[in-house]
């Protein structure tokens, strides 16, 4: 009976052991992931003129990560789908805010020969390059008037040229931008016809976004190639489990199905980072 008293006891040291575990680790995540969030909010989505309260989004992922795991685990009962589902939510508010930060860049990219036709247009009218960025402002769409507005006030408010530019240049790590902010300051400081310089630049960025299309549209069959790579034998995997639960059962229960899921994701992923740097050509 002491034995069994001490097995128990025993036993139940260890759980709440693990247990206290489990809760130091969870509250380290969570601290770590609330001044993720409070950092990408300050800095990266500001750079992006987007103002989100960083407590209400950390408030959202915490409780993602307590509905959607519990929802994978209703609907399969499989323990492997639902760690996945929370570490996928875990890391969402990340590379959604690289994806926006990303999509942001590709636009301004996108906009800078329209941009500078504008500006070069209004100095050959006769403005200054005050005048004539204020003008294209007027006339464009963000997120390139955001930038280029956001410039002009902080010269207003007595910030030297060079270091508006600068500032600029760093909220904004294109190539392209970085062609066009160091035309501004070579011109600037040696002197120089800028307006048919910015001409010039907006033919060879017009040039250069044509090439990248082609070049995007040459490679898009590989890059939805990678995609289905990766994701058919995922979801051939999840309706086998659905269909057939006792023969997909010793992949997730065994030590040798834990392994071949490692293998599986091991080579998943290298095949799909083999293909997207295959298809990705820089121009």
């Known amino acids: 009976m002491n034995d069994l008293i001490l097995i128990a006891v025993v036993i139940l040291a260890a759980v709440g052991l693990v247990i206290w575990l489990v809760m130091q680790w969870a509250d380290k995540m969570l601290t770590r992931q609330k001044e993720n969030l409070e950092k990408q909010a300050s800095t990266t989505l500001a750079d992006m003129f987007i103002f989100l309260d960083p407590q209400k989004m950390f408030r959202y992922n915490v409780a993602g990560m307590v509905v959607v795991p519990s929802v994978i685990w209703f609907l399969t009962a499989n323990p492997v789908f ?28 996108k906009q800078l020969p329209d941009s500078l036709l504008m500006i070069t247009g209004a100095m050959t009218a006769g403005a200054s390059l005050n005048i004539a960025i204020e003008s294209m402002i007027k006339e464009s769409r963000p997120p390139i008037s955001q930038e280029f507005d956001l410039m002009v006030r902080e010269l207003r408010v007595g910030v030297d040229f060079d270091t ?13 931008f970085a062609l066009v902010i160091s035309a501004l300051r070579i011109s600037r400081e040696v002197g120089g016809n800028l307006a048919e310089i910015l001409n010039a630049l907006a033919d060879t960025l017009r040039e250069k976004q044509t ?36 023969a997909m059962a010793p992949l997730f229960n065994t030590w040798i199905g834990w392994l071949t899921l490692t293998v ?12 997207r740097k295959i298809t990705a050509i820089d121009v």
């Open 82 to 109: 639902t760690v996945v589902s929370l570490v996928l939510t875990y890391v969402l508010p990340k590379y959604y805010v690289r994806h926006l930060r990303t999509a942001r860049l590709k636009t301004l990219e």
């Open 164 to 176: 508006a530019l600068k500032n600029m240049e760093k909220r904004n790590p294109v190539a392209d």
């Open 211 to 246: 090439m990248e299309g082609k070049i995007a549209s040459l490679t898009a069959q590989g890059k939805i190639q990678g995609v289905v790579m990766t994701g058919l034998p995922l979801l051939v995997m999840f309706g086998l489990t659905q269909l057939e639960p006792v």
């Open 264 to 275: 599986i994701g091991v080579m998943e992923t290298m095949g799909y980072f083999f293909i």
